[in-house]
């Protein structure tokens, strides 16, 4: 079945630093894809989704480029900052039905 | 806009009882999913309803069950609680028309049993 392999946690980064995290999937069709982020305590808000192979989505700095031919989703900021702090989430969908989601990656920005 | 409402925020339930959960979805949207996501793990989907009626099914056995009112709102139901269970359920709401279905999630509730 679809499955979604997230980057190992927890990442621990200074302000400011460039972030990467890494994402691919595995999926029989062409799913559509998203990042979520999960801040202590709250439910999911979706960050940023790109549908289609070579789609960028983007929001608040994050970006994340659809890499049909590395089946790879992979999260990038340019310069993060202490509120980014939080358990990001990967994720796919085909059809209307179920997200499935990667494992989860706490990130942890220090001032 | 009215977002996604959850109730309860949390509930602590002891081994064997049965649990409502209840589920609000956005304003416009007619699809409901219930995930469960216990500590430290991703969330996995439990079911969909679209119309009132389920519209797929995760690995959950039947003491899982939901509801869809014509309002689109939603309960998950579990009997015979496990002490697995504990953990939080999230519901996300989706309009089923097009794509790509981005699901928006409510804040969840948090189950605790003992």
């Known amino acids: 079945g679809d499955s979604v392999t997230q980057m190992e946690g927890p990442v621990t980064l200074s302000e400011e630093a460039f972030l990467t995290i890494n994402c691919t999937y595995t999926a029989t069709g062409y799913p559509s894809l998203f990042w979520y982020v999960q801040y202590p305590g709250e439910g999911l808000q979706l960050l940023l989704k790109a549908t289609k192979a070579d789609d960028k989505g983007s929001n608040k700095g994050f970006e994340a480029t659809y890499r049909k031919e590395t089946t790879s989703f992979h999260l990038e900021k340019g310069s993060v900052q202490v509120s980014d702090s939080a358990v990001y989430f990967c994720a796919l969908i085909q059809g209307a039905q179920k997200l499935v989601f990667g494992q989860g990656t706490r990130l942890t920005i220090n001032p | 806009e009215t977002g996604v409402t959850q109730s309860p925020t949390h509930l602590i339930k002891t081994r064997g009882q049965q649990v409502t959960l209840r589920c609000s979805s956005q304003?416009?949207?007619?699809?409901v999913s219930w995930y469960q996501q216990a500590l430290g793990q991703g969330p996995q989907f439990i079911f969909q309803y679209y119309r009132e009626e389920e519209n797929g099914r995760g690995n959950f056995p039947p003491r899982f069950s939901g509801l869809q009112f014509p309002n689109y709102s939603s309960e998950l139901n579990v009997n015979a609680l496990e002490l697995d269970d504990s953990a939080l359920y999230l519901c996300a709401s989706s309009l089923k028309r097009g794509g790509p279905y981005e699901q928006y999630f409510g804040p969840g509730t948090r189950l605790t049993v003992t």
């Open positions: 304003s416009g949207h007619n699809t």
